[in-house]
């Protein structure tokens, strides 16, 4: 098959209808979307909802920009202009020193070069730009926690619209919107000082329960799991196959999950064989909640006191992957996903991590954010160990980069002001969820 095997559908109008239905993954349940369901409403087990998109087979919509390019894909109606995708290449100098014949690249970023133009330096802008097109006309505020990346590209692709979004971040994860500028007074930022990732999750909870609020719904949004699907959809219009093997690091691991669920949906098609790609999650020594709960032992839950965890996560390399409540054991969820491809969660230190951040700025010739480079380490070392046969072929997700690019041509660095802070301390105050409120007095509590 080659690179040019996706259809073409030239005549797909500006503003869509709605193109599909949600489908529960464990009662088989099938409804109409509205923007912003989450769960199934059967009384059972926990289990992801699925788009089934009316077209089955991929067509691209070449008048789109970015990941709008496959919005038949997309469970959108809507798309924004000036929208960034993934770039897919063959990447034969990094592969030549990881020992690989056939290595791919996706990368999420700036790389003006490469055509790249995430403007937030991560993929996390796929799920920005999907879950606003997938949103009603008059959508609540959108309550989004975040460790930084996440939020930086809601706060980046938010602005330019008119629909109001609170993000919730630690302290520790306000550096990430350096390269973010203008952003609108519709995006409301609330740090936390000392806390971490889980705090943020816990107080957006809070905060998601009030009228006129909603939760956007992490890995549980169809949204979010097919924008960054689109990864995949850029590498199969590139490479006119699946890969073997898929390598990304992960916190929640929603990216993973949805390369899984894209695979599912070509090989539907009939055209692209009958294997998924064998996926190869990575993480932090250290703090690995994922590996932990695919390896088992005594821990497999991970650190449990707020004090505990909150140390531990401040000595890993990568914080973004240290999500303490992936979505493992429900239908369609990390553990599903693992066992059916026959994947595998790896782990390395932050020291072979940072060998592989110049590894690969002096193979490919820009800089890489820490969870990327976790999974270049873990892809090499698989290579070493035989995990990963040397033919290979294999798609890397290299899920940040060009940061350091992007910082160099603004004029100066920015600093992120949150429109409250707190500190992680006083989060059970009384009064703490009203001042939040506060910050969206036009919020339509009848929603």
């Excluded at 390019?69 to 959108?76: A, D, G, H, N």
């Excluded at 109001?164 to 994860?173: A, H, I, K, Q, T």
């Excluded at 890995?219 to 590498?235: E, F, H, I, M, P």
């Excluded at 979505?327 to 932050?350: F, H, N, Q």
Aim: glycine share 10%.
């Amino acid at each position: 098959m080659n690179a040019t095997s996706f259809g073409q559908n030239t005549t797909a109008p500006q503003h869509l209808e709605r193109h599909y239905d949600l489908v529960c993954r464990a009662c088989g349940h099938t409804m109409a979307d509205d923007g912003l369901t989450l769960r199934c409403p059967g009384n059972h087990t926990p289990a992801f909802l699925r788009t089934r998109y009316h077209d089955r087979e991929p067509a691209v919509s070449p008048e789109s920009e970015g990941l709008y390019r496959y919005r038949r894909w997309l469970p959108v109606v809507r798309t924004l202009p000036g929208a960034g995708g993934t770039v897919v290449y063959r990447a034969e100098v990094l592969g030549r020193a990881l020992g690989l014949g056939e290595l791919w690249i996706a990368f999420n970023g700036y790389w003006p070069e490469r055509g790249a133009d995430l403007r937030t330096g991560t993929f996390k802008e796929l799920e920005a730009y999907a879950v606003f097109g997938r949103l009603p006309e008059r959508p609540p505020v959108l309550v989004v926690p975040s460790v930084g990346n996440t939020a930086a590209a809601f706060a980046s692709v938010f602005s330019r619209t008119e629909v109001e979004c609170l993000l919730v971040v630690p302290d520790s994860g306000l550096h990430r919107f350096a390269t973010v500028s203008d952003i609108a007074p519709t995006v409301r930022l609330v740090s936390i000082t000392g806390g971490d990732y889980d705090d943020a999750i816990e107080l957006a909870e809070r905060v998601s329960a009030l009228p006129g609020f909603r939760a956007v719904g992490g890995a549980w949004n169809v949204a979010r799991r097919d924008g960054l699907a689109t990864v995949l959809l850029s590498a199969v219009e590139a490479m006119g196959e699946l890969p073997e093997v898929y390598v990304q690091a992960v916190g929640s691991a929603v990216g993973a999950i949805a390369v899984h669920e894209a695979a599912t949906r070509l090989i539907a098609s009939g055209r692209y064989g009958t294997a998924t790609p064998r996926l190869l999650m990575c993480q932090n020594e250290g703090v690995a909640p994922v590996h932990r709960l695919w390896h088992g032992g005594p821990e497999a839950h991970g650190p449990v006191d707020k004090e505990q965890r909150r140390a531990a996560t401040g000595r890993v390399y990568a914080d973004e992957l240290v999500n303490q409540r992936p979505p493992y054991s429900l239908t369609g969820g990390i553990e599903e996903a693992l066992r059916t491809s026959g994947g595998d969660v790896l782990r390395c230190p932050g020291e072979a991590a940072r060998a592989a951040t110049e590894l690969f700025a002096r193979t490919e010739g820009i800089d890489i954010e820490p969870a990327a480079a976790v999974a270049v380490t873990c892809l090499g070392r698989s290579v070493q160990e035989g995990r990963v046969s040397s033919g290979a072929r294999v798609l890397l997700n290299i899920t940040g980069g060009g940061r350091a690019r992007l910082a160099a041509g603004m004029e100066d660095g920015r600093a992120a002001q949150p429109a409250l802070r707190l500190d992680f301390s006083a989060l059970d105050s009384p009064g703490i969820v009203q001042r939040i409120r506060e910050l969206f007095p036009a919020a339509d509590v009848s929603a």
